[in-house]
């Protein structure tokens, strides 16, 4: 089982003109990657600056980077890239250390690091849930989802009372399966090393129990069934939030580390976009937007992504797809997640890739980008021709196992005897814990590169003001006209659909700059301006002043995550 | 001290010679002095508050003390008051009532409410048998002040009645990137925001009411070109930020009675609420402490105006409440209806308007507590048969006869830099939302009665007497009925539904007993009718809990003897506990 994944060198990144030594980044429990981080930030004191957003509930500190260029003179566009809120996916920890060293080690060689850089603030929180994830590196290891507060699942009117153990003592906690007539899984007909649920309406009659691998402490003939921990950071925001669920926490920001984050968010309005590596994916999967003006319902408005925001952000998909060839779709709930509160709440563009998952199709012999992800699917769409069993999906994954080799075989253990203090004859096996959430050494170096790749583009897409034109023209009797056009070179417009119906994300504000001896006579100084689309949107001001002939106009628009910008009004030519 | 020690004997003694106890001031009029006079005629500061109970708590120290729950955004202490009796039982091991005023910082008159509630109990403890009974059986929780830093500013700055609700961090409301820069200004520097008005002959949409010039009336649209004489320019205030508008970016600019975790909604659907829920230090704090006293079995939290006695659910998506909770809901406001004179008992989003976030829809749908919000004070009550009602002429008349005019600030010239020649005029900040202080005593008294009533309603258990059936071969039966005796559930209905807190617990325990079996019977006159219990039959559990004036029939089946100790544990209840002897 490999504890360290292996990153291939990032030459083709550092430019032709650089083969940087290879790099290796490892797994890194909540120390070691403290201490990476404290390492970029002291060989890159200019680029880098390493903080804290808060501390968790179990006490460890909540690290974040900041990196921009030097010599920002006001508040860049910021781009958010957080990783690790679903404990187990200490993995996207490692991709998003890999993105702040690239991009503090490639400042100085490579002209898309510093185009980013000069132009946008990036802020990497590569773990928000130090907690969970630390259990990768306890033992027995365990996928920990959960950090949070402890519920009575069972309702017995105890807490914690029956967590798993590592019963065969191989340092995994795996699963557990035991043949009982109450149970409601079956073996998958093309692979029986694979349960699959019963289906009653099919005939089927269940056979195994399936827990995960555990005692029963409580001796309620159910198994680990009351583990300690309940609550999910990635679960505990406010959007979607679903109350009295037992991952949900007691509240929306219960939990430090979700409130951490929230708190780190509001107090960031340069904060442009905010792209997560997590459970959640926007960037694979289909988005269905809803209209933008879609009714409330019992003066709710309907959850979802608004149309107008898709479309756009199907654009950014497309190209992540290109960018990085990935097919991972998430599955998984999106009640109170991170994801959905900042494009729901905080109008802010919000992207999220699940940067891994076992392929539901054999490896391929020689590695070539994935070109055509759907048609790669669609054998395992619709029934099987031959009339052979359709395999589940599990049984798809063991069989990229099997074809992988030797060097995977720790994803699945067979199942194997063994007997259990409460329950007698069992079987422990299964899916080691991390089999789908840990790409394979060299594939997870190709992820981080490409993704980096993703990341680099990111910054050019986000809105910009910039004052395109700025004129004036005597108009006889000291009455000056000036004309302001204010244009958005960006790809994404100033603010999201879902930006403006929050009114959560600032407005840009354009000023008329005129000096003391001025009158103003027409057009209100200050506006506030919400609505400029992207890829060269244009608005335009005009205003009329009274006033010395050669007195002083200029224009300024300032925008909290999109710059600034002042321009003295010119007669035109 | 040796005063308080008389009295405690002189009722004791009293007590237990069966005597009629002496009945006491606070409710008749002819009875001894209080032992602390509070004048309630009048409202108290945020500091003055504090010091009311204070003064309460250096005459009871044993019954009342408070702890500093957290702080508001300008510092302020939030101090929680204990009432209890330790000498019957610590405040956890009781069902308690929570009762809270002011989360708006301007709806002042519930700390009054608050105060006059701790002092009614503690004045009578001595002398009422059923005040006794209560503070035997039952802790309050009661937090004045909510919002501290709204009440200190409506009081020391200058508003209207219905401003300073709002907490005072700072929000950006007018969007300019700049923080609460332009608020209302008292520019007569009497206290009170009051109306601008500007006389703009022939081209208003206002004129002068003929019977009394104090009033503006609107004149009716019309094709036969009559027009105003005037027209309003806003409240009292000046253009701060120069962007052309007045008062549009006051103190703070949210709700922390929007803030709740249940059904909440951000800004955009409900104003008010904030980035998230319990965003502010003083609503976090509340809801840690309610989290942390799952004992609290009622929450009464008092606002101001209109006369309403209000529930959940705050807004339609909810759904109905649980059928089981709305009958002792219904039983509880309608006594409210009663005893309150022109309150009416409501459903806040049906009856009042929606409301995502609440406090009380929090406590009932969230912590699964029965709450109501009252809402203090109707203009109706200015007069006992309701004659004067809302209307200017009757206010003015109220103001004119029975205040001799104090309430409001006439008509005034003054030079306003936007709008030129204005006139300043309009009730004062304490007329409208708040009693006049001849009527402020009556508010809290029947306030306070109302948690009474809702307090008397916590669940309070009891074993009765059980049976011992010999069933031969050395086993036996122990039948006991388990009851009630109050109209709140030990669980809610909706409790039990969302699965809240702790199921209940039926407990036996007897060192030389074996429990075989236990169960809950299903069938009064069938004992073979039980829902048997397959683990741990020694300790029965109960989701469902007790329902009002339920009566639920345990039964077990043991071997053995001795004694044995059948206990009945609720987190909303105190323990009830019966000793036997098994022959």
């Known amino acids: 089982m490999p504890i360290t994944v292996l990153f291939a060198s990032l030459a083709c990144l550092l430019g032709p003109q650089e083969a940087a030594a290879p790099l290796e980044l490892a797994l890194l429990s909540h120390a070691e990657l403290a201490r990476e981080l404290e390492g970029l930030a002291a060989l890159h004191p200019e680029l880098v600056q390493r903080s804290t957003l808060g501390t968790s509930r179990a006490g460890r500190p909540l690290e974040f980077l900041r990196l921009s260029g030097p010599g920002a003179e006001g508040t860049r566009p910021a781009l958010l890239l957080v990783a690790n809120l679903d404990g187990a996916r200490v993995f996207s920890s490692s991709v998003a ?15 898309r690091v510093r185009a980013l850089l000069d132009s946008t603030t990036v802020y990497v929180v590569p773990r928000a849930n130090p907690d969970a994830a630390e259990a990768r590196f306890e033992t027995p290891r365990a996928e920990r989802r959960a950090s949070g507060i402890d519920v009575d699942n069972d309702r017995d009117g105890r807490t914690g009372e029956d967590e798993p153990a590592d019963l065969d003592g191989d340092g995994r906690i795996a699963w ?96 442009a976009l905010v792209l997560v590596y997590d459970a959640q994916d926007n960037l694979v999967g289909e988005v269905k937007g809803v209209g933008d003006d879609a009714p409330r319902v019992l003066r709710i408005p309907p959850e979802g992504v608004l149309e107008s925001d898709a479309k756009l952000l ?145 910054g050019a897409l986000l809105a910009r003001v910039e004052i395109a034109e700025c004129t004036r023209e005597e108009l006889g009797q000291g009455v000056t006209r000036v004309t302001a056009v204010i244009e958005n070179p960006g790809f994404l417009p100033l603010l999201s659909r879902s930006g403006r119906r929050t009114e959560t994300t600032r407005p840009a504000k354009v000023v008329l700059v005129l000096p003391e001896a001025a009158r103003l006579l027409g057009g209100e100084r200050q506006r506030l301006l919400s609505n400029l689309p992207g890829s060269g949107g244009r608005q335009e001001y005009q205003w009329l002043v009274h006033g010395p002939a050669q007195m002083e106009l200029g224009v300024s628009v300032e925008s909290a995550h999109a710059g600034s910008a002042f321009r003295k009004a010119e007669v035109q030519r | 001290m040796s005063a308080t020690l008389q009295a405690m004997l002189l009722s004791l003694a009293l007590l237990q010679e069966g005597a009629p106890l002496r009945p006491g001031f606070p409710g008749l009029p002819a009875g001894r002095a209080p032992r602390v006079e509070i004048a309630w005629n009048r409202l108290y500061d945020a500091e003055q508050i504090h010091a009311l109970l204070d003064r309460l708590a250096a005459e009871w120290p044993e019954l009342l003390s408070y702890q500093v729950i957290g702080h508001s955004v300008e510092n302020r202490e939030l101090r929680l008051y204990t009432l209890n009796d330790p000498a019957t039982g610590g405040e956890r091991e009781k069902p308690a009532m929570w009762v809270d005023g002011n989360v708006h910082g301007n709806e002042v008159q519930g700390a009054e409410a608050v105060v006059y509630l701790a002092w009614y109990l503690l004045e009578n403890r001595d002398s009422n048998e059923r005040v006794r009974a209560l503070l035997e059986g039952t802790a309050f929780y009661l937090l004045p002040m909510v919002n501290p830093d709204g009440r200190a500013h409506w009081f020391q700055r200058g508003h209207d009645a219905h401003s300073s609700r709002t907490g005072v961090q700072p929000v950006d409301d007018d969007r300019d990137g700049l923080f609460d820069e332009d608020p209302p200004d008292d520019l007569d520097g009497d206290g009170s925001i009051v109306m601008m008005r500007k006389h703009v002959p022939g081209e208003g949409t206002h004129r002068l009411n003929a019977d009394d010039p104090r009033l503006l009336e609107p004149v009716p649209p019309n094709d036969r070109g009559i027009r105003g004489d005037w027209i309003y320019v806003g409240e009292e205030g000046l253009d701060n930020d120069g962007d052309g508008r007045i008062n549009e970016d006051d103190v703070g600019g949210y709700d922390m009675n929007r803030s709740w975790p249940s059904l909440w909604q951000p800004e955009h659907v409900q104003g008010g609420a904030g980035p998230y829920p319990l965003y502010w230090p003083e609503t976090r704090a509340i809801a840690r402490f309610l989290l ?112 001799m005019g104090a309430g409001f600030v006439d008509w005034k010239p003054i030079e306003h830099p936007l709008f030129g020649p204005v006139e300043l005029g309009g009730f004062r900040k304490d007329v409208g939302r708040v009693p006049p202080s001849f009527l402020v005593e009556e508010m809290v008294h029947r306030n306070a009665l109302f948690c009474l009533r809702h307090a008397e309603a916590m669940p309070r258990v009891a074993i009765r007497p059980p049976e011992v059936t010999d069933l031969g071969g050395g086993v036996r039966a122990i039948d006991v009925v388990v009851a009630n005796e109050r109209a709140i559930p030990t669980r809610t209905a909706m409790a039990r539904e969302k699965k809240i807190g702790q199921p209940d617990r039926v407990l036996l325990e007897g060192s030389d007993l074996a429990v075989l079996a236990g169960g809950f019977r299903t069938d009064r006159f069938r004992p073979e009718r039980i829902e048997l219990q397959e683990k741990e039959p020694a300790r029965l559990l109960r989701e469902a809990g007790l329902g009002p004036r339920e009566e639920l029939r345990v039964r077990w089946i043991v071997r053995g003897s001795g004694p044995a100790v059948i206990r009945y544990q609720a987190e909303k209840a105190r323990e009830a506990r019966l000793e036997l002897e098994l022959p």
Not at chain 1, 364 to 371: D, F, L, V
Not at chain 1, 422 to 435: D, R, T
């Open chain 1, 97 to 111: 250390l890999q993105h702040a060293r690239a991009l503090a080690e490639g400042y100085a060689t490579d002209e």
């Open chain 1, 176 to 271: 557990l399966r035991v043949r009982d007539p109450d149970g409601e899984w079956i073996e998958d007909e093309s692979d029986p090393r694979v349960l699959v649920e019963a289906d009653r309406g099919k005939g089927q009659r269940g056979v195994f129990r399936l827990w995960p691998e555990g005692r029963d402490l409580d001796g309620d003939e159910r198994v680990a069934e009351d583990p300690p921990r309940d609550g999910r950071v990635d679960r505990n925001f406010p959007a979607g939030w679903q109350q009295h669920a037992q991952d949900g926490g007691l509240f929306p920001s219960d939990d430090p580390e979700a409130r951490a984050l929230l708190d780190f968010v509001l107090a960031r309005p340069e904060i």
């Open chain 1, 314 to 458: 199907g654009e950014i998909a497309r190209r992540y797809r290109e960018a990085t060839g990935s097919t991972v779709k998430a599955e998984g709930a999106e009640r109170g997640t991170f994801t959905r509160w900042c494009y729901e709440q905080r109008g802010l563009w919000t992207l999220a890739a699940a940067l891994w998952d076992i392929p539901l199709e054999p490896p391929e012999p020689e590695e070539a980008p994935a070109e055509e992800p759907a048609e790669k699917n669609e054998p395992h769409k619709g029934k099987e021709k031959d009339g052979a069993p359709r395999p589940s999906d599990d049984a798809k994954r063991l069989e990229w196992i099997d074809a992988a080799g030797a060097a995977e075989a720790w994803r699945f253990m067979p199942w194997k005897p063994c007997e259990h203090p409460e329950l007698g004859a069992v079987e422990i096996g299964g899916f080691a814990p991390f089999a789908r959430l840990e790409p394979p050494a060299a594939e997870g170096a190709r992820i981080a590169a490409r993704h980096l790749e993703f990341l680099l583009d990111l």
């Open chain 2, 292 to 403: 942390e006293h799952p004992n609290v079995a009622a929450v009464q939290s008092f606002h101001n105006a209109g006369g309403m006695i209000l529930r959940g659910p705050g807004a339609e998506a909810f759904g109905e409440y649980p059928a089981a909770d709305v009958r002792v809901y219904d039983e509880l406001g309608k006594d409210g209806e009663k005893m309150l004179p022109f309150y009416r008992y409501m459903i806040i989003w049906k009856d009042l308007y929606s409301v995502f976030g609440g406090f009380v829809t929090w406590t009932y749908e969230g912590l699964g507590i029965l709450s109501f919000t009252n809402e203090l004070w109707a203009d109706e009550q200015a007069s006992p048969d309701g004659r004067l009602a809302s209307r200017g002429a009757d206010r003015h008349f109220f103001d004119d006869r029975l205040l």
